[in-house]
């Protein structure tokens, strides 16, 4: 499986290079993906500027604590490599789509023990099936992705939903497994369906596509449909 992050403006900055239409780090950031990223708007990181403001800060300065914070204030490991509006990324196998996630906004730190991009606006997530239909779809306030390990950590009135049957599940914070096409959580979880509402204390486990779900801690209200 692939992964292309589209992007309209072509950026710039260490560590990027352009090769046939995809954007590839050069350093083992995203080691089991190709990429391309679309963006309305991108923009590199100045650190350029950086000299200059630290300078600036120093020289108003009084004392050792001003300086201090100077220092972690302008930890460049702190500052995104890339930055960009308007996000679409894409997995594809066989040059069939599998995954599609929309962003408004993202960061990609890469100077860091364990890299990650953010999505600070949160994501919309759909998984399709082998006829290209949308069969299942997730939304979450706020996302972290952990290229070196395949994982999206989604936090902030998680929502995801099969579109086949209306199954729905609520949650403040789900995991997504990319290699294992696994979505989970450890904290409390609800789900309806036409069966009735049902409650994890402890969370779920589910296949990506919400097609096999297994709550923890169960408990919950099953809907009986009278008889004519």
Avoid at 24 to 49: D, V, W, Y
Avoid at 95 to 123: C, H, K, N, W
Wanted: proline letters at 4%; aromatic letters at 12%; a negative charge.
């Amino acid at each position: 499986m692939w992964m292309d992050v589209l992007m309209n403006t072509r950026p710039s900055g260490p560590g990027i290079k352009w090769y046939t239409g995809q954007l590839i780090k050069q350093e083992a950031f995203l080691e089991r993906a190709s990429f391309f990223i679309n963006f309305a708007h991108m923009t590199a990181p100045m650190n350029h500027m950086l000299p200059v403001l630290i300078g600036i800060m120093i020289l108003s300065a009084g004392c050792e604590n001003d300086i201090e914070r100077i220092n972690m204030l302008t930890d460049e490991a702190m500052i995104p490599k890339l930055q960009g509006t308007n996000v679409e990324v894409i997995y594809s196998d066989s040059a069939s789509v599998e995954v599609q996630i929309l962003a408004p906004s993202f960061r990609q730190y890469t100077d860091i023990e364990r890299p990650y991009m953010e999505f600070p606006e949160g994501i919309e997530v759909y998984f399709y099936n082998d006829s290209l239909e949308i069969e299942s779809e997730l939304r979450a306030n706020y996302t972290i992705y952990y290229p070196e390990e395949g994982l999206w950590h989604a936090s902030g009135d998680v929502v995801a939903k099969r579109l086949d049957n209306g199954d729905a599940l609520n949650t403040e914070e789900l995991f997504w497994d990319e290699e294992e096409h696994l979505i989970y959580s450890n904290t409390f979880t609800r789900i309806q369906n036409e069966d009735g509402t049902f409650y994890g204390k402890r969370g779920f486990e589910s296949d990506q596509d919400l097609s096999n779900w297994q709550l923890k801690g169960t408990s919950g209200t099953v809907t009986v449909q009278d008889e004519e």
